[in-house]
Structures are given as structure tokens and as C-alpha cells.
């Protein structure tokens, strides 16, 4: 029968964790303090330890590493109310077996509980720590959802190793926060970071910016000079957006991987250098590689340790706490007090789609901090800031589309006239304005928000397509002033 330990100064979780546990046929025993903990430890060591992060007489993680030093194959799950960034990373960097939030999901904890007994018999040589963690980035990951915390968790498995990692995720996601955060809690973080987006420089830049060249390599190369990788040697590199890399680049970057060398444009000897390198992309490399546009051999190289970023959209969850992040960190930015932000504003924040992902939710809550006027953010200055905002890309149209087109073939097929193409948009515009009407049941503030305009602006269209609220029809739809014979909507008087 496995012994568990629990550790934690609240008397009804352990009470509660007790009976659950005991339910289960283990043997479990208690502590309330840290030094009771390790007393209980050194006694007679259990199979498990359950580990509150926040205890009376000291850190969880202090107890941890002193747990570990006594007993460094006993596995430790650490319980936390807050699931920090710095938290999960350290957790998992100093060899935590896992680590779960409070409040618990009683089938996932038991499903933990399982699987560190199962590994305590055979566990794996403990994860070394290497020294205090870096310097901290000026931006930091944010989030305590279960997507973000995997997130964590990755990169405190990988962060004591020299592995290379690729980041992977759609743009705005965090790539180069995470590329960060893995230096910040490596051996490197005092060493050298390096950050080359391969999409920024001109391919006939790239390879010159990378590996340096010497002089008389071309015209114009008066004098040596050093690349990134070689002024990088002994700490990390970070190859943003690398399935953009040009194929003559790629091969370079591959006898980097393999034989730890490189040499400089027009040069003919080989230097020997210790760099780490992290890599990142939003593009598929899979139909890279099928298409031939990426080489086979690096992808395989790269893709050593992959951390998948989650889009926004999967874990709305947390952009209240982004908010929160930040309009403190503009308004300190700008000087200012943060207004906070009303409950009617995050609510219009989560049901967006954010294509732009985070890095589109900061730009929005920065226009809307600006032009907010000190009081605390509304659903009115984020519909307005979202307004502002430049158009994100949302890709190809679906593929259905047969009625569209016909339509189009049709109007385009008409006798010429002046303005013909902001006359067809506007009678697309119009069936959009109409169709969020009728979806949202004649509410103008919900239609507004359908169509991701404000509402003055839904008003203004309201007004410029005649639409009217046809107030005896259940699905209060909005009915134009004429119909177009296919139909499709036409303008009214104004239009």
C-alpha cells in the first residue's frame, strides 16, 4: 500500500484530500508546517509528497529542495492557489514531478497521484539545478490557465538542458517570451542572447548577419566582420521565424547543429562555437518540407524539443489576467494610474477571436488606455479601439461560396456605371448589417458587437442603408427599403 505525505496549513483541504485519497487505499499522512514536513521525510520517507507552494513557516519550493536533497528519487507534486509563471517554470526545472492548482479537479489529481507513484520505483536520474535564474525580460508569459501551465511546464523541463527547442505557434502568441523565459532559467542566462528574425533581414543580408564575413569578401566589406552566432558563443541564439529561412542559409545553419562550427563569408577557417539555439515559427514545416521549401535534415536537427504555443482563442480564460497585465504595464509606461477595467469590457474582450492573439489584445487595451480619459476601461473604448485597430488577415474565404459568386457574376454583368464598386459593397454591407440584426434580435449594442464596430457606427449604417426594425416579426429582422431581385439587399434612399 503507497504512503502518501500531504503538506499544507489548511485543515479542511487536508481533511478533504485526506478522505479522497484514503478512499483510494492509500495510506496518507499530514503536516501543517514546512519543518513538520521534513521531519515526517526524514523519519521515514513516503512514496509521494502532495506540496503547498505557500506554507507558514517558509516556500514550498525551499522545502521541496531540501525534500530532494534528502530523498532525490521521491517524487513531489507541488499544490498551488496562484500557478505563477516563475512558479510552474521553477517547479519543474528543480524536477517536480508535476504540479497542480487549486481548486483541484479530483479525476485529474488522482490521475497524477497514479502516475508518480508509478514512476517513483523507476524514476530517472534527478533534474540538476544550474544556478539562479537570469535576469528578468522587461515582458514575461502571463496566464494560469491549463494550456499556459503546460506551457510552464515545458519550459522548466527544458530550460537546464542545452537541447534545442523549437517554439511553435501562430503569430502573437509569445514565441520570443518563451525563447526568453528558457534563457532566464538556463546555466546561459548571464551569457549572450542573440535574437534574429529571418524575416526581417533581406535574404542577401541573412547569411552575412548570421555567420560574419572578412574583408574583401565582397564589395563593400571593408573590414572583418563578426556575426551574431560567433558574438553569441558560449550563450543562446534564437532563430525567429525560421521556416522563412532561405534553403542556402539552412544548410549553414545545419552544420552548426552537427558540427558545432562555422565558417565567416570569404573565410576559409573553421571556428569552433558553443551556442545554444532556440528556434521559432508560425508556418507549417511539414508542407515546408513536402513542397521542399525547408530541408529535411534541420527540421529533424530543430525539432529536438517542441513547445506549441496555444492560440488566444483556446484559452480566453485568461484574458482578464492579461488585461490586468497589461493596463498596469501601460499606464506605468505612460505614467498614469491605472483606471482598471469594467466587467462589460472583458466580456466584449472574451468573445473575441483575437487572430492577432496576444500581441493584438495588448495593441487593442493600449488605444484604449490612451483615449479612455482616467476612468476605468469600457465595452465602448475597446469596440472603438478595435475599430481603430489595423485589419487583421483573416486568410482565404471558406469555400462554399456558389451563391456569392453568382451574384457577383450577375451585378458585374450589368451595364456599366460610375462607382460600381463602392455600390456592390455597399449592398454587402448592407446584408451584413441587416443578418447581425436579425442574430441579435434587434439589439443594436449586441449587433454592434457581431460586426466588431461601435455602435455609432452600427447607427450610421442603419441610417445609410434605411433600415428599419420590423418590430411584429418574432426574429425582429431588419427589412431594407427595396430588395434586389436575387436577394440580396439594395440600398435605400441615402444608399
Not at 513538520?36 to 505557500?54: A, I, K, N, S
Not at 534541420?298 to 529536438?304: A, D, G, K
Request: proline share 6%; charged share 30%; net charge neutral.
Amino acid at each position: 500500500m503507497s504512503r502518501i505525505l500531504l503538506v499544507d496549513d489548511e485543515a479542511e483541504l487536508l481533511r478533504n484530500l485526506r478522505r479522497l485519497l484514503a478512499a483510494e487505499g492509500y495510506r496518507v499522512e499530514t503536516a501543517a508546517t514546512a519543518e513538520e514536513g521534513l521531519q515526517r521525510v526524514e523519519q521515514r520517507p513516503p512514496d509521494l509528497v502532495l506540496l503547498d507552494l505557500r506554507l507558514p513557516d517558509g516556500n514550498g519550493l525551499e522545502l521541496f529542495g531540501a525534500i530532494r536533497r534528502r530523498e532525490p528519487k521521491l517524487p513531489v507534486i507541488l499544490m498551488t492557489a496562484y500557478g505563477t509563471t516563475e512558479d510552474a517554470i521553477e517547479a519543474t526545472k528543480q524536477g517536480a514531478f508535476d504540479y497542480v492548482l487549486k481548486p483541484f479537479d479530483v479525476r485529474e489529481l488522482l490521475a497524477v497521484v497514479r502516475q508518480s507513484l508509478k514512476a517513483g520505483g523507476f524514476r530517472r536520474a534527478r533534474i540538476e539545478e544550474n544556478g539562479p535564474p537570469g535576469r528578468p525580460a522587461r515582458e514575461s508569459l502571463v496566464g494560469r490557465s491549463r494550456a499556459m501551465q503546460e506551457v510552464y511546464k515545458a519550459i522548466g523541463r527544458v530550460a537546464a538542458t542545452d537541447a534545442t527547442v523549437l517554439i511553435r505557434g501562430e503569430s502573437g502568441t509569445g514565441k520570443e517570451l518563451v525563447a526568453r523565459a528558457i534563457v532566464a532559467h538556463s546555466r546561459r542566462a548571464e551569457r549572450p542572447f542573440q535574437v534574429i528574425n529571418c524575416v526581417a533581414i533581406p535574404e542577401n543580408l541573412l547569411e552575412s548577419e548570421l555567420f560574419g564575413y572578412e574583408k574583401g569578401a565582397f564589395t563593400g566589406a571593408a573590414q572583418r566582420r563578426i556575426g551574431k552566432i560567433e558574438q553569441a558563443n558560449g550563450g543562446t541564439v534564437f532563430l525567429d521565424e525560421i521556416g522563412d529561412m532561405p534553403c542556402g542559409v539552412q544548410a549553414k545553419v545545419l552544420r552548426l547543429l552537427q558540427e558545432r562550427s562555422i565558417e565567416r563569408l570569404g573565410g576559409r577557417e573553421t571556428i569552433g562555437v558553443d551556442v545554444r539555439i532556440l528556434a521559432a515559427t508560425n508556418r507549417d514545416l511539414e508542407a515546408a518540407l513536402r513542397e521542399g521549401r525547408f530541408r529535411e535534415d534541420l527540421y529533424y536537427r530543430l525539432n529536438v524539443v517542441t513547445i506549441p504555443l496555444p492560440p488566444l482563442r483556446e484559452h480566453p480564460e485568461d484574458i482578464p489576467i492579461l488585461a490586468e497585465h497589461f493596463l498596469r504595464r501601460f499606464a506605468a509606461e505612460l505614467g498614469a494610474v491605472n483606471p482598471g477595467i469594467t466587467a462589460a469590457a472583458l466580456e466584449e474582450l472574451r468573445r473575441r477571436p483575437w487572430p492577432g492573439n496576444v500581441r493584438e489584445l495588448a495593441n487593442v487595451l493600449q488605444k484604449a488606455l490612451i483615449f479612455n480619459r482616467g476612468t476605468p476601461v469600457r465595452a465602448e473604448d475597446v469596440l472603438e479601439a478595435l475599430d481603430a485597430a489595423d485589419p487583421p488577415a483573416w486568410g482565404d474565404p471558406p469555400g462554399d461560396e456558389a451563391l456569392l459568386r453568382r451574384w457577383a457574376r450577375e451585378r458585374l454583368a450589368e451595364p456599366a456605371g460610375k462607382r460600381r464598386l463602392e455600390g456592390l459593397l455597399a449592398r454587402l454591407e448592407a446584408v451584413l448589417v441587416r443578418e447581425a440584426l436579425a442574430m441579435a434580435g434587434g439589439n443594436r449594442s449586441r449587433a454592434a458587437r457581431l460586426l466588431g464596430v461601435s455602435r455609432p457606427t452600427l447607427h450610421a449604417r442603419i441610417e445609410k442603408y434605411g433600415l428599419r426594425l420590423d418590430v411584429s416579426v418574432t426574429e425582429a429582422s431588419a427589412i431594407p427599403a427595396r430588395a434586389d431581385p436575387v436577394g440580396w439587399i439594395v440600398p435605400g434612399p441615402g444608399g
